[in-house]
Nanobody, 117 residues
Framework: QVQLVESGGGLVQPGGSLRLSCAASGSIFSIKTMGWYRQAPGKQRELVAEFTSGGSTNYADSVKARFILSRDNVKNTVYLQMNSLKPEDTAVYYC???????????WGQGTQVTVSS
């Protein structure tokens, strides 16, 4: 089992920045991928950015060059630095992990990000 605790959402003006944090606990040794998804009202949940089991980092095209995914292995935490935010970035952001031999999906509780003037 992996538990995920997110923080850092909020309201920001267009062009502003926010940083999301996701701390993992439990069976962290079994984590294969870790990153962030988001879901806007009326839309499907979509990948934002993730660290893959192969050691690479994937970004959605819509956030490349604006968002940066990083991690602190000591704290078992990943961070999503979101810059140059746009109204279309408004969504609930979910931390996501795939872990274990059966590749179980784990989700955080979600944190709201609203970009509006």
């Amino acid at each position: 089992q992996v538990q995920l605790v997110e923080s850092g959402g909020g309201l920001v003006q267009p062009g502003g920045s926010l940083r999301l944090s996701c701390a993992a606990s439990g069976s962290i040794f079994s984590i294969k991928t870790m990153g962030w998804y988001r879901q806007a009202p009326g839309k499907q949940r979509e990948l934002v950015a993730e660290f893959t089991s192969g050691g690479s980092t994937n970004y959605a095209d819509s956030v490349k060059a604006r968002f940066i995914l990083s991690r602190d292995n000591v704290k078992n935490t990943v961070y999503l630095q979101m810059n140059s935010l746009k109204p279309e970035d408004t969504a609930v952001y979910y931390c996501h992990v795939i872990a274990g031999r059966t590749h179980m999906n784990y989700w955080g509780q979600g944190t709201q990000v609203t970009v509006s003037s």
